[in-house]
């Protein structure tokens, strides 16, 4: 699996978008990028993923370089509810069950009032 | 409402005993998953089942056993084995249909005396 680089920590204002960024540089052409976050001592949760092109969704924009060696998590309008640990993932889908997803350290998220 | 529930969520045992953390889940997924995270660290993955009466292996499995004998439960038990066993314990599941989500519960957070 490709390895993922994300700052430590971000802080933005409440109310502001929050862009938190990944670097995949080494990543397949057939390797998925997932977000997922986790609020203190819960568990993670899941945000969006995509392969090639942008994606939304309810919660977040997804960003993907046409090269594919970075990506970019926007929350559009941050609220305090949004301060956490991000985790940028990539793994290949192979099959049914092939969701041994790797989190590493991710980047703390801190909403500012 | 669907989910996964994660049994007990603190738990305190001295060295030397043999633990056993439940995790259940409805929402008729075929794969779960078993992770353990330390303090400011990432998540690693311990075992995961992709179907009834199997399961592999994952990163730091040493110390530990699984069983899948139901679909919508896959237990954990820290045996004495496990060397450092202290540790926040999550289980996922997910369909494992598409490259889509984990589902995680809220966590057990095992404390050895």
């Known amino acids: 699996d490709a390895k993922t680089t994300q700052p430590t920590s971000m802080d933005c204002a409440e109310g502001r978008a929050a862009n938190l960024p990944c670097n995949h540089s080494?990543?397949?052409?057939?390797?998925?990028v997932y977000w997922y976050r986790q609020i203190h001592s819960q568990g993670p949760q899941y945000i969006i993923h995509?392969?090639?092109n942008n994606e939304t969704n309810e919660m977040a924009s997804l960003i993907i370089t046409e090269d594919r060696k970075s990506s970019t998590l926007i929350l559009p309008h941050a609220t305090l509810r949004d301060t956490a640990v991000y985790y940028c993932?990539?793994?290949?889908?192979?099959?049914?069950?092939?969701?041994?997803?790797?989190f590493g350290k991710g980047t703390k998220l801190s909403v500012i009032p | 409402d669907g989910g996964i529930t994660q049994s007990p969520k603190y738990l305190f045992r001295k060295e030397g005993q043999n633990v056993t953390l439940s995790c259940e889940q409805n929402?008729?997924?075929?794969?779960m998953y078993w992770y353990r995270q330390d303090p400011g660290q990432g998540l690693r993955l311990i075992y995961y089942?992709?179907?009834?009466?199997?399961?592999q292996k994952g990163d730091i499995a040493e110390g530990y056993s699984v069983s899948r004998e139901k679909k919508e439960s896959f237990p954990l038990t820290v045996t004495s084995a496990q060397k450092n066993p202290t540790a926040f314990y999550l289980c996922?599941?997910?369909?494992?249909?598409?490259?889509?989500?984990?589902?995680f519960g809220e966590g057990s957070r095992l404390t050895v005396l």
């Open positions: 929402l008729n997924h075929d794969a």
């Open positions: 995509g392969l090639k």
């Open positions: 996922a599941s997910s369909t494992g249909q598409l490259p889509g989500e984990l589902f």
């Open positions: 089942s992709q179907i009834v009466n199997d399961f």
């Open positions: 080494t990543i397949s052409g057939n390797e998925y």
């Open positions: 993932i990539v793994r290949a889908y192979s099959g049914a069950g092939s969701y041994q997803l790797t």
